[in-house]
């Protein structure tokens, strides 16, 4: 590589230069010309202190390629970002240094901001948003008030405000506090008591999502069950819409999929039933109905509220509750797998069985779960927590399904063996007897339900949305409590209710938040009656404000709405969104959930804000371990000359493995690290050329260098190896033919594969065009078509070149180039000849010879082959039609 050509690609000068005119000019502010739109969208990031490594610019590189590509193919393209700014560990830096969370906040999203910017990302920086300041969480808080203020009216299957409620005329009659409390028990946002994930390490209550295996997502601390006064949302009406527009957005099944299991749905029967010798009469819901009648015991949630009404003045009473005890305190804790470690305590009683199989004896067992279906179920030897409590406390079984096997029917029949399988044979009831176990369920259903003998009933697993956190960086929520035990909300001309200072930021040990020491924010004093109040002291969860922020993006400096009406109508929903596949039953269900509300009360226009998805893959780097397994971090591990590596301490063998860049790892790759050395167009240009997008991939510091040759080598074949001016061009007539028809290939090549989000190969395509074209000679438009679809992956040097071409108007806006239909086909088509299945020779002819001609050239080019025969046309056979590719000829006798 000459000289010349390294002094002439200079990243450092040519990057902050294109920043800046950027910067001066708006060359990326959203355009609202009425063209066709566009509206893509990044998951927006949390501010850290870390910064940017190499992973987080994956998804937003490749939303930039598409951003600028649609620009330059005339859309008005809305592109925006902004910063998930509320969060605990902001909060927990508070809690250490005493420091304001928003001041570090503030501080992480500037560095945060100029690190994408260096990248060259074409963002509408005049829509940035934060979610922490006041003029952004005015309308969470808004959006919180219509969540309260509305109740979903199940006959229209929509959310109306609450004043459309109808109450009953004995709860009106018995006063304000009554009729609140039926409110509260439709509204979608209520207060109430709820058992709750309780993190101690973190000071605050956390949803079921943000709980893994009994830990927090975040920092892995400890979670217990508490019960406590929170604020939750009715998530669960929509359950089946959530579930069914699925199918009308672009999302990628695996999201689809997850998000489809948490939601849970199962359709069974609800059975009306009745305790033996007591007038206690309930239901029990049955998801799996066809084994209703080998159903042999019962049991019932430890939390039911049924328990000690049960047990009330019998022999057991003591034990059984003593046992109740014992089972909440350890549900408590979370320190047993129910699932696996399986207790339980005869209760004493028996449920009435109508069906003639003998009643039923009601157990007390851990593993039901209180709030799903009715808390109490009937059990069988086909459900496998069923049959393995059966067979711990020796509680007979019976049989509905037998595998056609009859060595395993024996086994079954035994219970040696848990069966349920989908081609299980049922035995019963009649009218199922002899279909397999998921063909009867629908017959048993009717069964049930036309005989009377219980009703059809849906239920879910999801569960209602915990919103409360007891921290201070936080939305606060707009709600008062008065003295004499009525609830009210602010009206939206009190927004934003500002968090006010506080003293420290640690929470209490009671779990109260640090608001309840704002003791002047805290008082309120209704200015008509006197009457005495306290704000709400818990704050809005991190998700509040990422639910709805690709709203504010739209009109993020309205004073006056959160969105105008009109351009939500204009730019919704988002066309393309792309993020991490860990938020799928996070943010993108809450989100989903919110903006459904939203448009049953009329603010938004569409059912759902994202109609396509896509999900980045993970950028990894290489980590270490010894022989024990534990990793060893990478500033520590050497190349040991003999093709391995090995600990520079110790001296013992290494192996390098992939991994999660982590800082304790030692194997974070900063985006600040690579531009210093190569340029931000050679990291995005690597970022995208590494593979698929949605696939993950090792950061490999040797392979970044052809991508460094790429674009020096893009640099001389426009520029030339002068550092002014370009290279030597031809008129278009004297251009040679495959030069024409390379460039061609590449515009249609690179332009069809964007619109695919397939961003690694038209960098390939680019580099293979560069090897076609050589040094052959050129016309100017050649070079400018080349350049404008390089500007998208390198647009530092795109514009650079673009302005060295002569041209005043930035490389980034021009349009998108033409290709001529003409030189995009190919001018000749290779054959294969087969010979016996075997390839004996090639043969070039044209796209448009016909079969007899072909089968001429084919008899003259087998007497010039190393395996020379002779064929009359009769015993060739022409495979494929002459328009399609590849073609074969295949001779099948001599």
């Known amino acids: 590589m000459s000289d010349n050509e390294q002094r002439g690609y200079t990243p450092k000068a040519i990057e902050p230069k294109w920043q800046k005119y950027w910067e001066a000019h708006k060359s990326f502010k959203t355009a609202e010309t009425g063209r066709p739109k566009v509206y893509v969208l990044d998951m927006f990031p949390y501010p850290s202190g870390s910064g940017l490594h190499v992973g987080h610019p994956l998804g937003y590189t490749a939303t930039d390629i598409y951003s600028r590509f649609k620009r330059m193919k005339g859309f008005d393209v809305l592109h925006p970002m902004g910063y998930d700014a509320f969060g605990l560990p902001a909060e927990q830096h508070a809690v250490n240094t005493g420091e304001h969370p928003g001041l570090i906040t503030e501080k992480n999203c500037a560095n945060f901001t100029a690190q994408l910017k260096k990248i060259g990302l074409s963002y509408d920086w005049d829509r940035e948003v934060k979610t922490c300041t006041p003029d952004y969480y005015k309308w969470t808080q808004w959006i919180f008030l219509k969540l309260y203020n509305s109740w979903f009216d199940e006959t229209l299957n929509k959310a109306c405000p609450i004043a459309e409620l109808t109450i009953p005329h004995e709860v009106k009659g018995a006063g304000i506090l009554a009729i609140q409390e039926y409110q509260a028990k439709h509204r979608l946002a209520f207060y109430a008591d709820a058992m709750v994930n309780w993190c101690p390490a973190l000071g605050t209550v956390l949803a079921n999502e943000e709980v893994i295996n009994g830990r927090s997502e975040r920092g892995n601390h400890e979670v217990i069950r508490k019960p406590m006064k929170q604020w939750i949302l009715r998530i669960t009406k929509y359950s089946e819409r959530l579930l069914s527009e699925l199918n009308e957005i672009d999302w990628p099944e695996s999201i689809k999929e997850q998000q489809r299991n948490w939601i849970g749905r199962s359709e069974g029967v609800n059975f009306k039933q009745k305790i033996r010798d007591l007038d206690i009469e309930f239901e029990v819901y049955d998801s799996i109905p066809q084994t209703f009648l080998a159903q042999t015991f019962t049991v019932i949630a430890p939390e039911h509220a049924l328990i000690p009404k049960l047990v009330c003045g019998t022999e057991r009473e003591q034990e059984v509750l003593e046992f109740v005890e014992q089972i909440k305190a350890k549900k408590l804790s979370r320190r047993h797998d129910f699932d696996q470690e399986m207790e339980g305590i005869f209760t004493g009683r028996y449920v009435e069985n109508p069906f003639g199989t003998g009643d039923l004896p009601l157990w007390i067992a851990s593993y039901v779960v209180a709030d799903y279906g009715t808390g109490i179920v009937n059990c069988s030897a086909h459900d496998e927590r069923d049959f393995q409590f059966a067979k711990k406390y020796g509680i007979p079984l019976r049989c509905a399904l037998l595998p056609e096997d009859p060595d395993l029917a024996e086994k079954v029949k035994s219970f040696e063996v848990f069966y349920r399988e989908p081609n299980g044979i049922l035995q019963s009831p009649a009218p199922a007897r002899g279909m397999k176990w998921y063909e009867g369920r629908q017959t048993v259903i009717d069964y049930v339900v036309e005989n009377g003998l219980g009703r059809r009933q849906v239920n879910y697993k999801l569960r209602d949305w915990l919103f409360s956190r007891q921290r201070y960086w936080g939305e606060p929520i707009p709600i008062v409590h008065w003295e004499d035990g009525t609830t009210t909300a602010l009206t939206d001309s009190d927004l934003p209710l500002v968090l006010p200072q506080v003293v420290d930021y640690k929470p209490s040990d009671s779990g109260e938040s640090p608001l309840a020491k704002a003791t002047e924010w805290l008082a309120v004093t209704d200015p008509k009656t006197g009457k005495k109040g306290r704000r709400e002291t818990n704050t809005m969860p991190q998700w509040a404000g990422s639910c709805w922020y690709y709203l504010r993006y739209i009109d993020p400096k309205n004073s006056k709405v959160g969105w105008n009406r009109e351009l939500e109508r204009r730019w919704m929903p988002v066309d393309l969104y792309v993020g991490g596949a860990e938020h799928a039953v996070l943010h993108l269900l809450y989100s989903r959930f919110w903006h459904k509300v939203l448009y049953d009360l009329g603010y938004v226009s569409t059912k759902e804000p994202f109609q396509k998805l896509f999900n980045q893959g993970m950028v990894q780097s290489f980590a270490f371990k010894d022989s024990r397994g534990a990793l060893v971090p990478s500033d520590l591990a050497a190349e040991d000359g003999a093709g391995g590596w090995k600990n520079l301490k110790t001296g013992e063998s290494l192996e390098r493995i992939v991994a999660k860049m982590s800082k304790s790892l030692k194997n974070v790759v900063t985006t600040d690290e690579v531009i210093e050395k190569y340029g931000a167009d050679t990291l995005r240009t690597y970022l995208m050329f590494m593979g698929p997008l949605d696939t993950g991939r090792p950061w490999d510091p040797k392979a970044i260098s052809g991508n460094v040759r790429f674009l020096k080598r893009a640099y ?139 089968k001429s050239r084919v008899i003259e080019a087998m007497g010039q082959t190393a395996y020379p025969v ?25």
């Not at 001016?725 to 040679?736: C, I, L, N, Q, T």
């Not at 056979?877 to 074969?888: D, E, F, G, K, S």
Request: some cysteine; hydrophobic content about 45%; glycine content about 4%.
């Open 870 to 894: 002779k064929v009359s046309d009769r015993f060739i056979t022409v495979y494929n039609p002459a328009t399609t590719i590849p073609r074969l000829v295949n001779v099948i006798s001599t």
């Open 716 to 854: 001389s074949f426009v520029a030339g190896d002068a550092d002014i001016g370009f290279r030597d061009v031809v008129a278009p007539a004297e251009e040679p033919v495959e030069v024409k028809r390379a460039i061609n290939k590449a515009v249609k090549k690179v332009g069809e594969d964007i619109e695919a989000l397939a961003f690694n190969t038209p960098i390939s395509t680019m580099m293979e065009l560069l090897n076609t074209i050589g040094d052959k000679p050129v016309s100017k438009d050649t070079l400018e078509k080349f350049t404008l679809i390089l500007c998208p992956f390198a647009p530092h040097l795109a514009e650079e070149l673009w302005e060295r071409l002569g041209n005043e108007a930035s490389a980034s806006l021009a349009p998108w180039p033409t290709f001529d239909p003409a030189h995009v086909v190919d001018q000749t088509v290779t054959v294969v000849i087969q010979i016996a299945g075997k390839k004996r020779a090639t043969i070039d002819v044209p796209p448009s010879i016909d079969e007899e001609t072909l």
